[in-house]
């Protein structure tokens, strides 16, 4: 998922970065990723993204393809006013006792202001509470665990997901960004030919909505992926669905974006080997 100029094939319409992001770091650590797919979602979403990061002191990846920076779309941008900013939990601990990693409500220590009286410690290393860095096991074994622990508690609030047309549905499509738009027209052209095809599209794609595409598979009879690379989505979506139905990949990685077409050639597909069937 890139947004640059079109100038070569590394900065061409590909979504070739869905696994980086999650595992691109050096750590175990989880991650929060968004995944926009208009040009109104990248300004709500990084309104969105500074809020998660704030909230649960984490890192908050904001991923939208190259196509939308291209993208001439009329935008209703909220006043100033109707924007309220999350603030971050801020210490109350006496300056001595302070320890900066130290849990607070859900896990979450409170951060204090770069230049305020309160003295931490940053490092990219594994680190005790002071934030020092540390090869204690059991030290390195209990941030590891809050880290995960702090995003999996409120996995509610940031897993976000849109759905059309899925109340009927017996082929689901499971897209991201801007394969997500060629998913919709290409499920609305083939609704109107008389198949029931839905569409499942993560807004947050880490943590991955597992749970919620399992609740949707179940219900369905095919799952098809749709994505602008050689099928990283697909294997969550494949861990996901667990055999509930079949899951069939529509991959496009040449650098150009997946079309409707695309995608409504795959659905036609299926009727002819008999998989949505």
Known sequence: MRAGPSTGLPTSPAQGDVMQARWGTH???????LAPASVAEVYELTVRAFALSERYRTPVLLLFDEVIGHVHE?????RAEDVVPVERARPEDALETFLPYAPGPGGVPPMADFGSRYRFH??????????????DSAQVARLQERLHAKIERARA?????????LDDADTVVVAVGIAARAARAAAARARAAG?????????????????????????ARTVVVAEMNMGQ????????????????PCLRADGQPLSPEDVLARLESLDRTGVRR
């Not at 750590?27 to 990723?33: Q, S």
């Not at 989505?233 to 069939?248: I, K």
């Open 27 to 33: 750590g175990d650590h989880p991650v929060v990723a």
């Open 74 to 78: 009329r935008v209703t941008v909220p």
């Open 122 to 135: 940053v490092t990219g290393l594994a680190h005790d509470e002071r934030g020092y860095p540390t090869q």
């Open 157 to 165: 609030d940031i897993v976000e997901w849109e759905g059309v047309g």
């Open 195 to 219: 198949a029931r095809v839905g569409v499942f599209r993560p807004r947050t794609l880490w943590p991955f909505p597992d749970r919620e595409v399992a609740e949707v598979a179940a219900r």
């Open 233 to 248: 989505m697909l294997r969550e979506v494949e861990r996901a669905v667990g055999g509930r139905a079949p899951v069939v």
